[in-house]
């Protein structure tokens, strides 16, 4: 029986210490396709590149894995993976480990969780993957371990089609990890703000800048269940209908 082929990206950059960590659990389950940022793509979200050439070249940075960096965000990654393989059909899709975590409302923005929702939208089963620690020297042992755990349930299980998982890490030891809990997204928002500072010419730029904060205290979120040292695991969906609302909508009764 063949093993699984797994395409593996990120939003931290091809030689991010994330990817190398999620590269060393994964070659475990089977054959890998790397294609990754030549350089970071965090906060990209679901951007695609087409007003640009993309470009992307192989490298043998991961010894004997095949990989490719791509100059384009992660779902021009996914894309161009996809496009590498000739036809062949990834088994699995797997994102990260990013560099910070991507709770509640930053599955939007961040370009790690866009990259397995391209996956979703391909019919792939797709995983994200975030730890809780900005550091690009941060401690992943621990988070290796959850990644081993999750990926071999995810092959063994058949994801459901068009479905990916948001596994989000929190930052300690694996001992005071407490479990790995199935929850949803908690309703949690960045708090903006523009930092103005003046360039050596004397002119006025700004830096956006803000702070994360919940608007809510279930304990069956991921926000709770981070803060509270449990993996979370959110199934994510690209359809974004408000199917509650159609009835609502219907009721305007709108003409032309």
């Given at each position: ?156 299980n058949k994801m459901k089609k068009g479905i990916c998982l948001n596994v989000n ?88």
């Open positions: 029986m063949s093993k699984p082929l797994i395409l593996i990206t990120n939003d931290d950059g091809f030689t991010a210490k994330g990817l190398n960590e999620l590269i060393d659990v994964a070659k475990q389950f089977g054959e890998l396709l790397v294609v990754a940022p030549d350089q970071p793509q965090s906060g990209m979200g679901h951007a695609i590149t087409v007003n640009n050439p993309i470009r992307f070249h192989q490298t043998d940075y991961y010894n004997d894995i095949t990989g490719y960096q791509c100059s384009g965000t992660p779902v021009d990654c996914i894309k161009a993976g996809m496009y590498l393989l000739k036809g062949r059909k990834p088994d699995l899709i797997l994102s990260g480990i990013n560099h910070g975590s991507n709770v509640s409302t930053n599955v939007l923005y961040s370009g790690t969780m866009s990259a397995a929702v391209e996956g979703a939208l391909e019919g792939i089963p797709s995983i994200g993957f975030s730890l809780t620690n900005y550091a690009s020297n941060a401690n992943f042992n621990p988070s290796k371990a959850i990644v081993k755990e999750i990926v071999g349930k995810a092959i063994l890490i929190p930052d300690v030891e694996l001992s005071k990890i407490k479990g790995i809990k199935t929850c949803r997204q908690g309703e949690a928002f960045w708090d903006d703000t523009f930092d103005e500072r003046v360039d050596p010419l004397g002119k006025k730029y700004y830096w956006l800048t803000g702070s994360f904060k919940s608007h809510e205290d279930s304990e069956d979120t991921d926000v709770n269940q981070l803060n509270n040292n449990y993996v979370t695991v959110v199934p994510t969906q690209f359809d974004m209908t408000a199917h509650k609302s159609i009835g609502e909508i219907q009721n305007w009764n709108l003409e032309l």
